[in-house]
């Protein structure tokens, strides 16, 4: 069959793509030990399973408004407002397919073929294909582990073209972990005013810090700046509802109207059931993440205290969400010359699925996600160093 141009060439998301290979070798019976999807392993609290079911039982389930419930878009609002004290509306407000449905939509909403998209890496799987299904060009800029993987205005100038359009920048960050402080942030933040580049900030891992860091947001200078900033966010990480596919959009009335019309005509409202989750998850006292996290802040903490020890292996302690990023390359030899064949060699001869560090921009890398039980992690960990020490 002939495709669309745009698909024949667009790959399948690799962390994915690692996770369903992981889950067809547990069904053939094989002993795998999967560290590569970013999916927390707690179940979703109870308070938000018992909002779906009552929504279900009171045979909620039909269409909703395209952007969303009122309720829904009033509690999304509201976690914005409360805890980092600006004034969102439900007209700032839309919700979408998960965060990564919002992503694509926003792509789709504000790029035109030629405009260039500044993409910080190692950046998460699915940022360029989503700039380029748009026609725009991602700019990918490198970073370094011994900068703990963060980019500086001054990096971002030297690639700022009359061409350029957005920034992607993803804080506490997909695969690294690297978070940024408020100081760092607004510099790149001023930068982006200054130059007339649209940031659109992913803060799907803003609840998943640890060490006492404050969570923080880009929405101060959205409410400043409408139109330079676009917030993104959802229940996915924060409260271990990844297969309810809630994401949710903070942007100026005329992008979310713009959105609301793309949604419209291709996957109208989110599931009516998962927004009733929402808005208990949303308007919740946050108690059961807290949990979360520290469990998250536990195994991070496991995971550098073996990882810090393999020699000739870079891998900065990270401070939020549910990744480190070891730099392995000097181990590379034959057998595995670089990420994609580690992991390939990993997941066949060790039975431990990690997604290659080339899939988010750094072949020197492998991904290991730690929202695991710290027996597979340690047990994974230990695999991990017998094949690359042998
Ligand atoms: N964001 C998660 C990850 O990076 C989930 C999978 C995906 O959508 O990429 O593993």
């Given at each position: 069959?002939?495709?669309?141009?745009?698909?024949?060439?667009?790959?399948?998301?690799?962390?994915?793509?690692?996770?369903?290979?992981?889950?067809?070798?547990?069904?053939?019976?094989?002993?795998?030990?999967?560290?590569?999807?970013?999916?927390?392993?707690?179940?979703?609290?109870v308070?938000?399973?018992?909002?779906?079911?009552?929504?279900?039982?009171?045979?909620?389930?039909?269409?909703?408004?395209?952007?969303?419930?009122?309720?829904?878009?009033?509690?999304?609002?509201?976690?914005?407002?409360?805890?980092?004290?600006?004034?969102?509306?439900?007209?700032?407000?839309?919700?979408?397919?998960?965060?990564?449905?919002?992503?694509?939509?926003?792509?789709?909403?504000?790029?035109?073929?030629?405009d260039?998209?500044?993409?910080?890496?190692?950046?998460?799987?699915?940022?360029?294909?989503?700039?380029?299904?748009?026609?725009?060009?991602?700019?990918?800029?490198?970073?370094?582990?011994?900068?703990?993987?963060?980019?500086?205005?001054?990096?971002?100038?030297?690639?700022?073209?009359?061409?350029?359009?957005?920034?992607?920048?993803?804080?506490?960050?997909?695969?690294?972990?690297?978070?940024?402080?408020?100081e760092?942030?607004?510099?790149?933040?001023?930068?982006a005013?200054?130059?007339?580049?649209?940031?659109?900030?992913d803060?799907?891992?803003?609840?998943?810090?640890?060490?006492?860091?404050?969570?923080?947001?880009?929405?101060?200078?959205?409410?400043?700046?409408?139109?330079?900033?676009?917030?993104?966010?959802?229940?996915?990480?924060t409260?271990?509802?990844?297969?309810?596919?809630?994401?949710?959009?903070?942007?100026?009335?005329?992008?979310?109207?713009?959105?609301?019309?793309?949604?419209?005509?291709?996957?109208?409202?989110?599931?009516?059931?998962?927004?009733?989750?929402?808005?208990?998850?949303?308007?919740?006292d946050?108690?059961?993440?807290?949990?979360?996290?520290?469990?998250?802040?536990?195994?991070r903490?496991?995971?550098?205290?073996?990882?810090?020890?393999?020699?000739?292996?870079?891998?900065?302690?990270?401070?939020?969400?549910?990744?480190?990023?070891?730099?392995?390359?000097?181990?590379?030899?034959?057998?595995?010359?670089?990420?994609?064949?580690?992991?390939?060699?990993?997941?066949?001869?060790?039975?431990v699925?990690?997604?290659?560090?080339?899939?988010?921009?750094?072949?020197?890398?492998?991904?290991?996600?730690?929202?695991?039980?710290?027996?597979?992690?340690?047990e994974?960990?230990?695999?991990?160093?017998?094949?690359?020490?042998?």
């Open positions: 069959m002939k495709l669309a141009d745009r698909v024949s060439q667009l790959k399948p998301s690799a962390t994915l793509a690692v996770s369903t290979r992981a889950q067809e070798l547990k069904a053939q019976g094989k002993h795998i030990l999967s560290l590569s999807v970013g999916e927390p392993d707690f179940p979703t609290p308070f938000i399973r018992e909002a779906a079911k009552k929504a279900l039982d009171d045979g909620f389930t039909r269409y909703t408004p395209v952007p969303g419930l009122p309720e829904a878009r009033e509690a999304a609002a509201a976690y914005f407002n409360r805890y980092y004290g600006v004034n969102a509306t439900i007209d700032n407000i839309i919700l979408g397919n998960g965060g990564k449905h919002c992503l694509y939509a926003l792509c789709q909403c504000m790029l035109n073929p030629g260039h998209v500044l993409i910080p890496a190692p950046y998460w799987v699915s940022y360029p294909p989503m700039v380029e299904l748009a026609g725009a060009k991602p700019v990918i800029i490198a970073t370094a582990p011994e900068k703990s993987f963060k980019i500086t205005p001054a990096e971002l100038e030297k690639s700022l073209t009359p061409k350029t359009r957005l920034l992607l920048l993803n804080s506490p960050s997909n695969p690294t972990g690297a978070c940024y402080t408020g760092e942030l607004d510099a790149i933040a001023q930068w005013v200054d130059k007339g580049v649209i940031v659109i900030s803060e799907i891992y803003d609840r998943l810090v640890y060490g006492g860091l404050p969570s923080l947001s880009l929405c101060s200078w959205w409410e400043r700046y409408p139109e330079n900033f676009v917030i993104v966010n959802g229940l996915a990480k409260f271990s509802m990844t297969g309810w596919r809630v994401g949710y959009t903070l942007a100026q009335p005329e992008l979310i109207k713009a959105m609301t019309r793309l949604q419209g005509q291709s996957t109208s409202n989110i599931c009516s059931i998962a927004q009733k989750a929402a808005v208990a998850a949303l308007s919740s946050l108690k059961e993440v807290e949990t979360m996290c520290k469990a998250f802040e536990r195994r903490d496991l995971a550098m205290s073996i990882v810090s020890t393999w020699p000739d292996v870079v891998c900065p302690k990270p401070n939020g969400a549910f990744y480190i990023f070891p730099d392995v390359h000097r181990h590379y030899r034959e057998r595995f010359p670089d990420s994609t064949c580690l992991c390939t060699f990993l997941l066949s001869e060790a039975g699925a990690l997604v290659p560090g080339a899939a988010f921009g750094d072949d020197r890398c492998i991904r290991i996600s730690y929202a695991v039980s710290d027996e597979v992690l340690e994974a960990l230990q695999k991990v160093a017998k094949v690359l020490f042998a």
